[in-house]
């Protein structure tokens, strides 16, 4: 088929207009049709877009208006259209002729995400070391009302991987048989309010997702940062998503997963009454370093595909370690993780940079590769064969430094060479060091011996006073070496006595 003979076609069908066109051309009600079936068939193959493929679907499924009857008296096989354009797009023809594959929860697919799904494509990174937070997950979803946990922990202490360990218990049928055959579904507050233009549409949007819910049987909702429900898509006169569900929450049949900090639950869920009783609290803490390294290493093998090179198990143990000794700010795995991960892009990095020849000769080739486009549009030949014989020149010249570089990087130690690289300890006190300021490789080298020395060290600056130098080193020494409640300060130290003695100096 080309435009032309289609054009003919519609000529021929349609005939043509009486010349005069109206400055706004309406979409027929057909047309309109056809659009709704082009969302539907997008919707289907579950894709977020909808292209010229779906439209041209839609126009096949109406199957009554011009554009079919073009096709048809063309010659064009519809039947065979529809499945090569599914074929095209990576499903079987079969599948999608021969049942119906309609979504039964196309809104919530909508506006949330399928976490089992991700499970079972292993596109979740493993859960290590909460076993306990799980198990008492499951244990509330067995429940018979009431049913909703909601988990409640400081940012980046590993709230939301909870919910990932759940699904991926579910796809290894690690579960009982109660939540056999569950959905874990995260739902986008944020997604479902945006575009809410008009009074009731927000409402319309959530009233539909719990049909789905309730009609499907099988969902379990993730909602992260579940106090963001309170006053959400609330207009003059409305009421927000938080007591649109609370009946639903009492009742069991919306069971959900909800997920937020110590502060927000104290500020807006204690505050609701009706709302917190709906919900049963599980703690989740900060892991202590040791079950740090230990979800570092579960990890490990996920940060190394990425960034294509090894992890030592110093580097492990000296994020989780330097993590807790020099990020006051964040909590655990989180920051860890993240040291780890910034510093295996570092060291690629580092290890994928090209020569600086190699760089002047590429700048040089872009020149040459320009100039010889414009020789060709100006019909210069002459000029653009001799550009070619350079270009050719120049590649081979980056060729062999390429080929030289990777030979002598080949007679290295394997630790650093680019073809092997390794992140090391070291590594990982650069990007502590880039984070805080603080020059981290100097303090790990020298603090053993500013801690035995301490006291000599305070009393150059307080002279006398010698109990209380003690006190205040002993505290710092029992701290460094691990004699110390985590959850608790270093020391609470009173400073007592009369005026200019020093109180202010040994702080």
Known sequence: INLKDARVEVEKLVGRGTGFVAVEIPFTPRAKRVLELSLEEARQLG???????????????????????????????????????????????????????????????????????????????????????????????????????????????GKTAIAEGLAQRIIN?????????????????????????????????????????????????????????????????????????????????????GATTVEEYRKHIEKDAALERRFQPVMVGEPSVEETIEILFGLRARYEKHHKLTISDEALAAAAKMADQ????????????????????????????????????????KGIL???????????????????????EIKAQINALLYQQKTSEGEETPTRSAAN???????????VSAWTSIPVNKLTKSESEKLLQMEETLHTRVIGQDEAVVAVSRAIRRARVGLKNPNRPIASLLFSGPTGVGKTELT
């Open 47 to 157: 894709h977020n877009y909808i292209g010229t493929e779906h439209l041209l679907l839609g126009i096949l499924r109406e199957g009554e208006g011009v554009a079919t009857r073009v096709l048809r008296n063309l010659g064009v096989d519809l039947a065979k259209v529809r499945s090569q354009i599914i074929r095209s797009l990576g499903e079987t023809a079969e599948v999608e002729l021969g049942k119906n594959t309609r979504s039964k929860t196309p809104t919530l697919d909508e506006f949330g995400t399928s976490l089992t799904h991700k499970a079972k494509q292993g596109r979740l990174d493993p859960v290590v070391g909460r076993d306990k937070e799980i198990e008492r997950v499951i244990q509330i979803l067995g429940r018979r009302t009431k049913n909703n946990p909601v988990l409640i922990g400081e940012p980046g202490v």
């Open 173 to 257: 049928r690690d579960i009982p048989d109660s939540l056999e055959n569950k959905k874990v579904i995260a739902l986008d507050i944020g997604l479902l309010i945006a575009g809410t233009k008009y009074r009731g549409e927000f409402e319309e949007r959530l009233k539909k997702i719990m049909d789905e819910i309730r009609e499907a049987d099988n969902i379990i909702l993730v909602i992260d940062e579940v106090h963001t429900l309170i006053g959400a898509g609330a207009a003059e006169g409305a009421i927000d998503a938080a007591n649109i569900l609370k009946p639903a929450l009492s009742r069991g049949e919306l069971q959900c997963i």
């Open 326 to 365: 020099y990020i006051a700010d964040r909590f655990l795995p989180d920051k860890a993780i993240d040291l780890i991960d910034e510093a295996g892009s570092r060291v690629r990095l580092l290890n994928s940079q090209l020569p600086p020849v190699v760089k002047e000769l590429n700048q040089e080739l």
């Open 370 to 392: 320009k100039s010889k486009d414009e020789a060709v549009r100006n019909q210069d030949f002459e000029g653009a064969g001799r550009l070619r014989e350079r270009e050719l």
């Open 421 to 431: 690289p390794v992140v090391t300890e070291e590594d990982i006190a650069n990007i």
